[in-house]
């Protein structure tokens, strides 16, 4: 079965300061990887997704298939980043998503 | 918030009865999903549609079904409902199969 873990359910990081949120995945093709987050009494919502390439709010992640790895970086955290993020994947023959558990982002001041 | 709407936002019920909850979307979005969130697991898939009148099931889709009679509406139905069916639910939708946008969640308590 397709596993995601995240091995952190909680990282602080002061302001400022860089911040990497670790993913790993199992699925063994070509998978889709997506990062969202989840903000305070707000709905989850898509942070970026690994195809596009973009940069979202500051965040970037790099797809490593040797490390079977998406981690989620930030060089300088912001307070607002605190949330909690989940790493996703979608295989490609169907609409099958695996999250991972979460991590607790908490930037503190 | 994509037009997606949960109905009811919470809920408690006894052992043994059924619940259907529902999650409308005005985008006309052709996929929808159902997810249930616990504590350590994230959000685990149920089930989902990318159609009218076709569903899947996704990873852990015992003691639930689906219907999608109508592009707007997906209906998670629990056939007799168990403690172990406490969570929160959330729908989602999206009109391409990357896409998706989440509802605000339904509290579900199983007594």
């Known amino acids: 079965a397709q596993r995601v873990t995240q091995p952190e359910k909680l990282l602080s990081v002061f302001k400022g300061a860089p911040v990497e949120l670790k993913c790993n995945y199992s699925?063994?093709?070509?998978?889709?990887l997506f990062w969202y987050v989840q903000y305070s009494r707000q709905r989850l919502q898509l942070l970026l997704r690994?195809?596009s390439r973009e940069s979202i709010k500051g965040f970037t992640a790099d797809l490593n298939k040797g490390e079977t790895s998406f981690h989620l970086k930030k060089p300088f955290a912001q307070e607002e980043d605190s949330a909690m993020y989940y790493c996703?994947?979608?295989?490609?023959?169907?609409?099958?998503?695996?999250f991972g558990p979460g991590t607790r982002l908490s930037v503190l001041p | 918030d994509a037009g997606i709407t949960q109905s009811p936002r919470h809920k408690v019920t006894e052992t043994g009865t059924p619940v259907t909850l529902r999650c409308h979307q005005t985008?006309?979005?052709?996929?929808m999903y159902w997810y249930r969130q616990d504590p350590g697991h994230g959000l685990r898939l149920i089930h989902y549609?990318?159609?009218?009148?076709?569903?899947d099931k996704g990873e852990v889709s015992d003691g639930y079904s689906v219907s999608r009679s109508k592009t707007e509406d997906f209906l998670l139905t629990l056939e007799s409902a168990t403690s172990s069916q406490t969570s929160v639910y959330f729908c989602?939708?999206?009109?391409?199969?990357?896409?998706?946008?989440f509802g605000p969640g339904t509290r579900l308590t199983v007594t």
């Open positions: 989602a939708s999206g009109e391409v199969s990357y896409e998706q946008y």
């Open positions: 699925y063994s093709g070509s998978p889709e």
């Open positions: 690994h195809i």
């Open positions: 996703a994947q979608r295989d490609n023959y169907g609409q099958n998503f695996v």
């Open positions: 985008e006309n979005h052709r996929y």
């Open positions: 549609s990318y159609g009218v009148k076709d569903t």
